[in-house]
């Protein structure tokens, strides 16, 4: 890349991470100006997922020029190896927060929908534990980051994050071989935080998947048998959804025609449900996937970056973390 192109790419991702600070920042303003504010676990989950986005984007825009003056064709670098340690340690951080608040969210459409807890009960019980761990993890590692010196500056200078200095250094099977300045330890630390998106991408499909499988074995419920009346009311006992998926029955019926018969309407409110959560389950996972798809490549082989450096850079940017935020934003 000539020092145009890189300029011009890092304006565009600090176009983008801005449109994805406002776009978080008007969420968090919502929410502290809404009347019941930060009452709910599900708003405060939402509002941590926010700050999350916001950490990260702070992150990406200082480390445009956090990198340190001088590096190899950085033409945008005016900071200190120092600035830079600063800026990996917010955009690590960043994504780690909203990494684990989105499957902390997840966690809690399970409980809620699966086991039937109330929202004062998830509070009280299991609540502020998981802001706790969400913390800690979101803290802790990206110190760690910064004591093992693993934060530097990549490629082009354009972004600082996980990797040996000088970029590339390290490897054996190259035939220039660098010897590392920083961050020997820094593909062992990468491909650790690589596993751990996996394994927050594995906890998202396993819980997602139990919720479709829940609501679709609750609506089977839902078609017309011919049963006794004291049958009828055990079954009714057993398998009665929860208030939420009530009022969508409501909804969903309110717009049936008029001649249309019990069993059909059951049918089509059945279907209705099912392709709802499913729906959404593809929607959160897309989110997921796109938004963190450079950081997998990345954290899972740090020569993707080297040889796709401006595929991984591009999506990276945080167009893909405005359509994150516009999934939250709707869901709110």
């Known amino acids: 890349m000539t ?23 008007t969420i968090v303003h919502m929410i502290r100006m809404s009347p019941r504010g930060l009452k709910s676990s599900y708003s405060r989950i939402i509002f941590g997922i926010s700050v999350g986005d916001i950490i990260k984007s702070c992150g990406i825009i200082v480390g445009t020029f956090a990198v340190p003056r001088g590096t190899p ?12 340690s600063y800026a990996g340690f917010l955009l690590v951080s960043g994504v780690l927060t909203t990494v684990l608040y989105l499957v902390f969210l997840i966690y809690y459409f399970w409980r809620r929908v699966k086991h039937r807890i109330s929202p004062q009960k998830f509070a009280k019980k299991e609540e502020k534990y998981l802001h706790a761990l ?7 590692l990206p110190t760690v980051l910064v004591i093992q010196k693993a934060i530097n500056p990549v490629k082009y200078g354009s972004a600082c994050i996980i990797s040996s200095s000088p970029f590339g250094c390290g ?13 020997k330890s820094a593909p062992e630390l990468a491909q650790a935080l690589g596993a751990m998106l996996g394994l927050s991408l594995l906890c998202l499909l396993l819980l997602l998947g139990s919720i ?13 048998v ?21 009022e969508d029955l409501r909804e969903q019926g309110s717009n049936a025609p008029p001649n ?17 959560s499913l729906y959404q389950s593809i929607l959160y996972i897309m989110a997921f996937v796109i938004t963190f798809a450079a950081p997998f490549s990345f954290l899972a082989n740090s020569k993707i970056l080297d040889k796709n450096f401006e595929v991984v850079m591009w999506l990276a940017s945080d167009i893909w973390d405005l359509f994150d ?6 869901k709110n």
């Open 260 to 276: 249309e018969n019990t069993n059909d309407a059951n049918q089509r409110k059945k279907k209705s449900l099912t392709r709802s």
């Open 226 to 246: 011919t049963t006794s009346p004291s049958a009828n009311n055990n079954e009714a006992q057993e398998y009665s959804p929860s208030n939420n998926e009530v």
């Open 212 to 224: 479709t499988f829940h609501v679709y074995s609750i609506e089977k419920t839902l078609t017309p």
């Open 171 to 183: 490897r054996e099977e190259e035939e220039l071989y660098v010897e590392c300045t920083r961050g």
């Open 134 to 140: 969400v913390w800690i993890i979101a803290s802790v």
């Open 3 to 25: 020092a145009k192109q890189v300029i011009a790419a890092s304006i565009v991702k600090c176009i983008l991470s801005a449109l994805s600070l406002t776009a978080s920042s």
């Open 325 to 330: 935020t516009y999934l939250h934003e709707t």
């Open 73 to 84: 064709e950085s033409p945008m670098a005016f900071g200190t190896i120092t600035t830079c």
